[in-house]
């Protein structure tokens, strides 16, 4: 079935996320982790625009963009041909990534692609799909891309894709350190499994007082209550990464944590102008490749272009 005309274009804009909290329970019989993960997306973002073209094919520009898989493999791609096998339509589109997010870095920047090529398919394919059953799809192609989807503030129960919409209260200020390389989100949890391995794990549960810093918008109370329980395994695998938390809270910074599986380190600053010092502290330490200065909440994946 053909559900687009010839020169239509849809562009989406889909934001970066930090992990403010992510704990994380012992393996599942299905390999997977019960996760209590308190999202927060960010303003840094990737593009995606969607047209019609012979056939599905998928191209990137920007930061890394030499590390994104341009086949099937990738999750705008899988995005777009569940959406179109659901509704019977021939995928045929060209789907181009205009990358922001750093790559491999953390911050979901493939799932972000996955939940902007499913809305910008959707627009493009005149679906009018429900929020609902986007998220549906979402959740099938991977934990982290329902968030993408939502943005804002959620809590991640499940492996991460059963969200609750969290409150946030004002802007909070962030600096993202980018390592070199990137660091493979399942070799990390297997570190963390490894590490964990013959002790008890927690139940994950989300932190009160890390929720309440979230909704009164107190940064110095949401630095006191920053956790990750992926980061003495990312630490492990890149230790490295110790310089750079180090110099990010030398610099200033309220507090720092490797964000998700890392390798990017994130710094929470109590305004802009310190979040500008710490980059540029960060940048003369010598501990990481760029930094990067944004903002949170952040919305979620949105349309900002319809052309045809």
Same mark, same amino acid.
């Given at each position: 079935? !053909?559900?687009?005309?010839?020169?239509?274009?849809?562009?989406?804009?889909?934001?970066?996320?930090?992990?403010?909290?992510?704990?994380?329970?012992?393996?599942?019989?299905?390999?997977?982790?019960? %996760?209590?993960?308190?999202?927060?997306?960010?303003?840094? #973002?990737? !593009?995606?625009?969607?047209?019609? @073209?012979? !056939?599905?094919?998928?191209?990137?520009?920007?930061?890394?963009?030499?590390?994104?898989?341009?086949?099937?493999?990738?999750?705008?791609? $899988?995005?777009?041909?569940? %959406? @179109?096998?659901?509704?019977?339509?021939?995928? $045929?589109? #060209?789907? #181009?990534?205009?990358?922001?997010?750093?790559?491999?870095?953390?911050?979901?920047?493939?799932?972000?692609?996955?939940?902007?090529?499913?809305?910008?398919? /959707?627009?493009?394919?005149?679906?009018?799909?429900?929020?609902?059953?986007?998220?549906?799809?979402?959740?099938?192609?991977?934990?982290?891309?329902?968030?993408? %989807?939502?943005?804002?503030?959620?809590?991640?129960?499940?492996?991460? !894709?059963?969200?609750? *919409?969290?409150?946030?209260?004002?802007?909070? #200020?962030?600096?993202?350190?980018?390592?070199?390389?990137?660091?493979?989100?399942?070799?990390?949890?297997?570190?963390?499994? $490894?590490?964990?391995?013959?002790? *008890?794990?927690?139940? *994950?549960?989300?932190?009160?007082?890390?929720?309440?810093?979230?909704?009164?918008?107190?940064?110095?109370?949401?630095?006191?209550?920053?956790?990750?329980?992926?980061?003495?395994?990312?630490?492990?695998?890149?230790?490295?990464?110790?310089?750079?938390?180090?110099?990010?809270?030398?610099?200033?910074?309220?507090?720092?944590?490797?964000?998700?599986?890392?390798?990017?380190?994130?710094?929470?600053?109590?305004?802009? /102008?310190?979040?500008? /010092?710490?980059?540029?502290? %960060?940048?003369?330490?010598?501990?990481?490749?760029?930094?990067?200065?944004?903002?949170?909440?952040?919305?979620?994946?949105?349309?900002?272009?319809?052309?045809?």
């Amino acid at each position: 079935m !053909e559900r687009a005309r010839a020169g239509v274009r849809v562009r989406v804009r889909v934001p970066a996320k930090v992990n403010v909290q992510l704990a994380v329970g012992a393996a599942r019989p299905d390999g997977f982790h019960d %996760l209590a993960n308190v999202f927060l997306a960010v303003g840094i #973002h990737d !593009e995606i625009t969607v047209t019609p @073209a012979d !056939e599905l094919r998928i191209t990137c520009t920007g930061p890394d963009a030499a590390q994104v898989p341009l086949d099937h493999t990738n999750l705008a791609a $899988r995005a777009a041909l569940a %959406l @179109a096998e659901r509704h019977g339509i021939d995928p $045929r589109v #060209h789907i #181009h990534i205009a990358k922001d997010i750093p790559v491999a870095g953390g911050m979901a920047g493939g799932s972000a692609d996955g939940a902007g090529a499913l809305l910008a398919c /959707d627009t493009l394919w005149s679906l009018g799909s429900s929020q609902d059953e986007l998220l549906a799809i979402c959740a099938e192609l991977g934990s982290d891309v329902p968030f993408s %989807l939502i943005g804002g503030a959620a809590l991640g129960t499940g492996r991460g !894709e059963q969200l609750t *919409p969290l409150e946030v209260g004002g802007a909070f #200020h962030w600096v993202f350190a980018v390592a070199d390389g990137g660091l493979s989100t399942p070799t990390v949890f297997r570190e963390f499994d $490894r590490q964990t391995e013959g002790t *008890p794990v927690p139940a *994950p549960s989300a932190d009160p007082a890390l929720l309440d810093a979230l909704r009164t918008g107190d940064a110095t109370a949401l630095a006191g209550a920053l956790s990750n329980d992926l980061q003495p395994a990312a630490l492990t695998l890149r230790p490295s990464l110790a310089d750079t938390l180090t110099a990010g809270t030398t610099a200033g910074a309220l507090a720092s944590l490797v964000s998700g599986s890392g390798p990017t380190t994130a710094f929470l600053t109590k305004d802009p /102008d310190a979040a500008a /010092d710490v980059a540029r502290s %960060l940048l003369a330490s010598g501990t990481c490749r760029t930094t990067r200065v944004a903002t949170s909440p952040a919305r979620g994946a949105t349309v900002v272009g319809v052309v045809g």
